[in-house]
Nanobody, 125 residues
Framework: QVQLVQSGGGSVQAGGSLRLSCQVF????????MGWFRQAPGKEREGVAS???????TYADSVKGRFTISRDNAKNTLYLQMNSLKLEDTAMYYC???????????????????WGQGTQVTVSS
C-alpha cells in the first residue's frame, strides 16, 4: 500500500524559508514522478513543482527561483525547499505521485494518484 507522510511546514515571516518533507512507503519514489501541490483558501489546488524519475524538475512560474524540489533516494523522501517566501505562498501543501510515465513532469492535479495528508504553510508580514 502506497503511503505518503508529510512533515515540516508552519508559520514564517515573509522573506523567510521553510522545508517540507514527504516520506514514501510502499513505493520507490526514484522510479516515478513526484510532485508538490498547494491549495489556498477559496482557490483550486495548483501544481508547484515536480521531479521525474530522471531527476528533471518542473516549476510553476510563481515559484521559480525561490522553491527547489529534491529527493533523497536512500531515505525514499521528497523535499520542497521554500526560500524568499511571500504572503501569497500561504496554503496547504500536498505531496503526490503518479506511477504513469505519460504524466511524468506534470503539474496537473488529476494526473496524480497518491497524495500526502497535507501540511499548512502560513507566511505573515
Amino acid at each position: 500500500q502506497v503511503q505518503l507522510v508529510q512533515s515540516g511546514g508552519g508559520s514564517v515571516q515573509a522573506g523567510g524559508s521553510l522545508r517540507l518533507s514527504c516520506q514514501v512507503f510502499g513505493y520507490t519514489l526514484s522510479s516515478y514522478c513526484m510532485g508538490w501541490f498547494r491549495q489556498a483558501p477559496g482557490k483550486e489546488r495548483e501544481g508547484v513543482a515536480s521531479i521525474d524519475k530522471y531527476g528533471i524538475t518542473t516549476y510553476a512560474d510563481s515559484v521559480k527561483g525561490r522553491f527547489t524540489i529534491s529527493r533523497d533516494n536512500a531515505k525514499n523522501t521528497l523535499y520542497l525547499q521554500m526560500n524568499s517566501l511571500k504572503l501569497e505562498d500561504t496554503a496547504m501543501y500536498y505531496c503526490a505521485t503518479t506511477p504513469y510515465d505519460v504524466y511524468s513532469g506534470s503539474l496537473v492535479e488529476y494526473t496524480y494518484n497518491y497524495w500526502g495528508q497535507g501540511t499548512q504553510v502560513t507566511v505573515s508580514s
